[in-house]
Each structure stands twice: as structure tokens, then as C-alpha cells.
């Protein structure tokens, strides 16, 4: 695996803390699915879940747009892989699905996310409001969200990719 990953440096401050980690987060998803086939990215962890690392960047890029995208700068971004007919349609793969374009469009919803944010104040309310709940953010909240999202998600990533390989790694 070649993915580097650095943690933030313990002196930063808070914007800089909080982008660091984010980034260590994605970065670390991104290296557990190197060196992996399609096929061994698309497998489910354990039957009867259809949790696998393809689903899980494909639900990271779906995450990332939802925030950065849809509350955080009020873009009319509508949904990637899901809809109100399969709402866990990023979780459901077929042999078609493949790694070039999950990972692609994550990278792209990254690339949005990081230009959306920039500049913005940590703690000045969100153009646009949450789906579901109708409320407004701040940056600060969900810079602390995605990384939340991503080490819950990483954490489940570990525990895929070693039943996939024998890979293991922090």
C-alpha cells in the first residue's frame, strides 16, 4: 500500500486541526482499498450485510456531497448512488459497479467539498440546511461530522479488508 497518511501536528490550530484529520480519514479509506481487485472491493464483509469497501466510498462520496455540497454551500446536488425507492442504493453493487468510478466520483466530491470550504468561518451557519431536519450548520460541526463518518467507517474498513487479505494496519 502507498497511500501516505501524516496526523495533524500537535501545535496547529483549530481549522487546520480539524481539515488535518479529515484528510487523515479519507486518506486512510482510500489506503485500505489499495492493491484490491474490483471483485474484492465489491465483496460483502459478511453475509446477510452487503457492506463493502467499494459501498463504503461510494457512501463517503454520497456523505460528502450531502455536506459540503447540499448544507454547506446550498448547491442543488442531487444524489449519486441512492434514491427514495433504494435509499441504500450506494451499498448495492453489481458486477458492472467498478473502482475507477467509485473512486473517481469520491475524489471529485472531495475536490468540491475542500473547494466549498474554503475560506468559509468555522462557525458561521450554513448556506443551505439539513435534508431531513431543515437546520442549519456550521463548518466547524461538520468538519467534526465527516470525521466522525470516516473513522466509524474506516473502522469497518479494517475489519473488511482483513477478511478480504489478511491486511491489517491502523
Given at each position: 500500500m502507498t497511500t501516505e497518511r501524516r496526523e495533524p501536528a500537535p501545535d496547529l490550530d483549530e481549522r487546520a486541526?480539524?481539515?488535518?484529520w479529515l484528510?487523515?480519514?479519507?486518506?486512510?479509506?482510500?489506503?485500505k482499498c489499495e492493491g484490491l481487485t474490483d471483485e474484492q472491493l465489491r465483496t460483502p464483509a459478511v453475509a446477510p450485510s452487503n457492506l463493502s469497501l467499494m459501498g463504503l466510498v461510494r457512501h463517503m462520496a454520497e456523505v460528502e456531497r450531502s455536506w459540503y455540497r447540499r448544507v454547506l454551500a446550498a448547491e442543488d446536488a442531487g444524489p449519486l448512488y441512492y434514491s427514495d425507492e433504494d435509499p441504500d442504493g450506494e451499498f448495492r453493487l453489481t458486477g458492472s459497479d467498478t473502482w475507477q468510478e467509485a473512486h473517481t466520483t469520491w475524489q471529485a466530491e472531495i475536490a468540491a467539498a475542500r473547494r466549498n470550504?474554503?475560506?468559509?468561518p468555522?462557525?458561521?451557519?450554513t448556506r443551505g440546511r439539513h435534508l431531513r431536519t431543515g437546520e442549519r450548520y456550521t463548518l466547524r460541526w461538520i468538519h467534526t461530522h465527516m470525521i466522525e463518518e470516516y473513522a466509524r467507517h474506516n473502522g469497518h474498513a479494517?475489519?473488511?479488508r482483513e477478511r478480504l487479505d489478511g491486511a491489517t494496519g491502523e
Open positions: 486541526m480539524l481539515e488535518g484528510e487523515y480519514h479519507r486518506k486512510t479509506l482510500a489506503w470550504a474554503a475560506g468559509v468555522l462557525d458561521e451557519p479494517d475489519l473488511i
